[in-house]
């Protein structure tokens, strides 16, 4: 009769946990870090950050703006004209409501969510150089995961679902796997 070896110890989930909560700090440092270090003097970050709504979700008024990305609205709509000075977003007439506008992206908003998003990639790419296929898949499906669930854990956050950050006309194929 064989006998088959026991399984080992059950993973201790909390040290586990213990060990993501210690490790968090670090990866907010590091990616504040990878901000500042790819980050040009030009560009307002925070202001192109308020893109990537108004490209997935389409036209939407200042203030749903700001209330989605949980921004105070003074703060956002400094950001808002220096983009319409940029030429990146321009006010449209809302429809239903003739006083009020809406926010709509230019082609070049789109075009500049392209570039920023080619810099990432480039970025992830030399990080992740010495990485299988299969770890880089694995880990964008875990880390994809691990936000759908903290986003669904916050109180009033919008939108759990993984949304695609940039919209159709600027995602590649293979943004969506």
Not at 34 to 58: C, E
Request: hydrophobic letters at 40%; charged letters at 25%; a neutral charge.
């Amino acid at each position: 009769m064989t006998t088959s070896a026991a399984p080992g110890p059950p993973p201790d989930r909390s040290a586990d946990l213990r060990a993501l909560a210690d490790e968090l700090p670090r990866f907010f440092r590091l990616v504040q870090a990878a901000r500042t270090r790819l980050s040009s003097p030009t560009r307002d970050r925070a202001g192109l950050l308020l893109l990537h709504p108004l490209a997935r979700l389409g036209p939407l008024r200042q203030g749903a703006l700001a209330e989605l990305v949980h921004a105070d609205p003074s703060t956002i709509s400094r950001h808002v004209a220096a983009l319409v000075e940029a030429g990146l977003v321009r006010r449209a007439a809302d429809a239903s409501d003739g006083r009020a506008s809406r926010l709509v992206i230019t082609d070049d908003g789109l075009a500049t969510l392209v570039a920023l998003r080619d810099e990432r990639e480039a970025h992830l790419t030399a990080v992740t150089a010495a990485w299988s296929d299969d770890d880089v898949g694995t880990f964008t499906t875990l880390l994809r995961r691990f936000l759908d669930d903290l986003a669904a854990a916050l109180p009033g956050w919008p939108g759990t679902a993984s949304v695609p950050s940039t919209s159709t006309s600027a995602t590649s194929p293979r943004e969506n796997r």
